[in-house]
């Protein structure tokens, strides 16, 4: 999986902008947002791809004509998808339900391959490689490099780097998480910066539920009035709708969703 995105991110400029994204769509390849002046610039390539399941793959974002490129996406997606699948069936253990109760309510969950590509930058403090967010489906597997730090957790007002440990996967808790949860498994607010003499590649594997299923806090997870719930139930393609038009501001998305007390 390293050596394909490797392998992409090494195509000429030309080669990669026959799969270029479109200004509404979530595929292909293109660059993160800029998001307003004042900000640091994101300094960072991209190529996100739907995954699964099989049928929502558009194979026109795909680069079929790079060796092997497809056979590694495909297999690290159904693996990484069942990483996936294992969390949510322990989630739901601690959540206080059966084993497929995540499961039942989130249906089969789809899945969305963002890999990203820093290039090394001389002035790393004037870029950020991905601007602060959380991510807003349900789980995250990222997979990063080995030996170059990137990713940085915002833990009581400090970014914490998450140090890679080799052949180990990330784990984000998604705002739907957060959501169904009544606000007990946070989603994380993370950023990537950019190193100042190695590229870095990374890819981040989002799991998400079908546009149309309505998130909310779950039966389990709220025990009114001692634990009444936090947050107001939504649509998930409206509470996504949200993210992707406000663009990138920390954990400004679920605030939205909260119910405030
Ligand atoms: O490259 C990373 O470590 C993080 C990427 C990320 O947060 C994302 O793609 O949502
Ligand atoms: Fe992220």
């Known amino acids: 999986m390293k050596a394909a995105m490797a392998a992409f991110f090494e195509l000429p400029l030309m080669e990669k902008k026959k799969f270029a994204m479109g200004a509404n769509d979530l595929e292909g390849y ?36 790079l060796p092997g490129f497809k056979e590694a996406v495909e297999e690290y997606s159904i693996e990484v998808q069942k990483v996936a699948e294992e969390i949510n069936a322990n989630l739901s253990i601690l959540m206080g339900m059966e084993r497929d109760g995540l499961k039942r309510y989130q249906g089969e969950l789809k899945q969305l391959m963002r890999m990203n590509y820093y290039p090394p930058c001389s002035s790393p403090d004037l870029v950020v490689g991905v601007s602060p967010h959380s991510d807003g489906g349900s789980l995250t597997v990222l997979l990063q490099d080995d030996d170059i730090i990137g990713l940085q957790i915002k833990h009581k007002g400090e970014w914490i780097p998450v140090k890679p440990i080799p052949n180990a996967l990330v784990v984000n808790i998604g705002d739907a998480i957060e959501i169904m949860s009544n606000g007990v498994y946070k989603s994380i607010e993370h950023r990537a910066i950019t190193n100042e003499k190695k590229a870095r590649i990374s890819a981040a594997a989002f799991a998400y539920v079908d546009d149309e299923l309505e998130i909310g806090p779950l039966d389990s997870m709220v025990d009114d009035p001692h634990r009444p719930p936090m947050y107001k139930k939504i649509k998930y393609i409206y509470y996504i709708r949200q993210v992707l038009a406000r663009k990138m501001d920390g954990k400004a998305h679920t605030d939205l969703v909260k119910i405030q007390t």
Do not use: H, I, M
């Open 30 to 65: 293109g660059q993160a947002y800029v998001v307003s002046e004042e900000q640091k610039l994101d300094w960072c390539d991209l190529v996100a791809l739907k995954t699964l399941p099989l049928e929502q793959r558009n194979l026109n974002f795909w680069p079929l004509n």
